[in-house]
């Protein structure tokens, strides 16, 4: 699941307080992140930008009570600097509209379409190096297959070869259409339960893998609620969360995903939810000398989950993450430092197993990453597939939109796991393509046994 970079999202998910500083009037030009923001008489303009192109994607008007930014300063009159609860970059004043913004619109054609598909990822994707890939040659070998009058399949096709290419999970192109014509492309690679799968079976089409793998989920989840945990365990927020003992002396806590956990909830709710819950399963955990935590199918979601969690387990203040922006040919001044400290509600203390696997994408990574080197804390799996960076979503000129990571995450001893992923500690086959249920519910029971052990060091 892909982290969705949306403000007004991420300020009210998480209880940010805004400053009170409000946005001024003017022409805003991002450092990194591909906008332009025009603020004047009560009202914002978004621009989606790159050298050449100039896409609107928003408008709407300011409300004081409900900021768009959770934070906005001003070092000077020429600069505003914004920041989230996982973000922070600074706006430039200019004196003009980008030219590309003023013309008037002719409709597009495919031939500008991929102009500005290319232009945003050579301007903003964070990947390449990490990914070998030379984005120049790239150009040089596709755009001569789109010309003007090339049909919308044609062009798509064309884009999802390069999306493919590029093979991040965090990258897609999609046409925004809904039913039998809509177009969605991303990474070519499968993750998880459907990569083994596709080791058993081969030769289908994707979505009977991901058909499959959805299957096995389900199969996965009710083993564990109730063979391995014998009917005795809870969960909540639309059953993503299951928590429960693996014996008497390992607790078990299960975040399946970090979306959908709060459907028709306010904004302003979910973190005191998130935390009354948590409250209540280590709360259940008390008498546990170890705990296993799984996040083996988790594929991402809303990144204030996995730090919540994160909070119960770690006993000083540390650095979670850091991140910064790809911006001018190289990476943003702006720096954003994630720093979480112990929560002083209840908290375990014992040895923790972070059960992981290739399906921890995005979000479902984050736990890994921020508990990673704690003497306490064991990673058993398999390697994560290397996909931390938020997710900007680029306005295209025929109204598609293409998704792309642009920042840089480190880890809080300096390490980048773009594209290589985030090691275990402890290697293990999480998931087996010959006998995927009873095979996990194996690497469950090792992972259970490896905590057991550790609580008797």
């Excluded at 009560?42 to 050298?51: E, K, M």
């Excluded at 004081?64 to 959770?70: D, K, L, R, S, V």
């Excluded at 409250?279 to 730090?307: Q, W, Y």
């Excluded at 400290?341 to 972070?354: A, K």
Aim: proline fraction near 5%; hydrophobic fraction near 40%; glycine fraction near 8%.
């Amino acid at each position: 699941m892909k982290k969705l970079m949306t403000h007004a999202v991420l300020l009210l998910s998480v209880g940010v307080t805004a400053r009170a500083e409000p946005m001024r009037s003017g022409i805003w030009k991002s450092v990194g992140y591909a906008e332009v923001l025009v603020v004047g008489d009560g009202q914002y303009t978004f621009y989606d930008v790159t050298r050449a192109t100039c896409v609107e994607r928003e408008h709407g008007v300011i409300n004081p009570t409900e900021p768009y930014f959770p934070s906005v300063t001003y070092p000077s009159a020429e600069k505003m600097v914004v920041e989230g609860s996982s973000y922070r970059y600074s706006l430039l004043k200019m004196d003009t509209l980008p030219e590309a913004c003023t013309v008037k619109r002719q409709p597009p054609d495919a031939l500008e379409t991929f102009d500005a598909f290319w232009s945003y990822l050579d301007e903003n994707y964070a990947g390449f190096k990490a990914r070998g890939i030379d984005w120049h040659a790239v150009r040089t070998r596709y755009r001569p297959r789109v010309t003007t009058t090339t049909t919308e399949s044609e062009l798509y096709a064309t884009l999802g070869e390069i999306v493919a290419m590029i093979n991040d999970p965090h990258v897609f192109v999609s046409n925004r259409k809904q039913g039998v014509g809509a177009v969605l492309l991303s990474a070519r690679d499968l993750h998880g339960i459907a990569r083994v799968v596709a080791v058993a079976q081969p030769g289908h089409e994707d979505s009977f893998y991901h058909r499959a793998s959805h299957r096995i989920e389900e199969g996965i989840e009710a083993l564990i609620r109730y063979e391995v945990l014998g009917g005795r365990f809870k969960t909540a927020f639309n059953d993503k969360l299951t928590w429960g003992m693996l014996d008497p002396n390992v607790a078990y806590l299960r975040a399946s995903a970090f979306v959908g956990l709060f459907t028709g909830m306010k904004r302003d709710d979910m973190l005191p939810a998130l935390e009354a819950k948590l409250d209540e399963a280590f709360g259940d955990f008390k008498d546990a000398r170890a705990l296993v935590i799984d996040v083996s199918t988790n594929t991402g979601g809303a990144g204030f989950i996995p730090a919540a969690i994160a909070r119960r387990i770690i006993r000083e203040p540390k650095v979670a993450w850091t991140k910064r922006a790809r911006a001018n040919g190289g990476l943003s001044e702006d720096v954003f430092t994630m720093r979480i400290e112990p929560s002083v509600s209840t908290r375990f203390t014992g040895p923790v197993v972070i059960l992981m696997s290739n399906n921890s994408v995005s979000s479902g990574e984050e736990l890994p990453l921020i508990l990673k080197g704690l003497p306490y804390v064991t990673l058993f799996g398999d390697t994560s597939p290397g996909a931390l960076s938020d997710i900007q979503m680029k306005s295209l000129p025929n109204g598609g939109v293409l998704g792309l990571p642009n920042e840089v995450v480190m880890s809080a001893d300096g390490e980048n796991y773009d594209a290589r992923g985030i090691a275990p500690d402890v290697r293990t086959s999480v998931f087996d393509p010959a006998k995927p249920l009873s095979g996990y519910t194996r690497t469950l029971a090792a992972a259970a046994s490896l905590a057991a052990r550790m609580a008797l060091r």
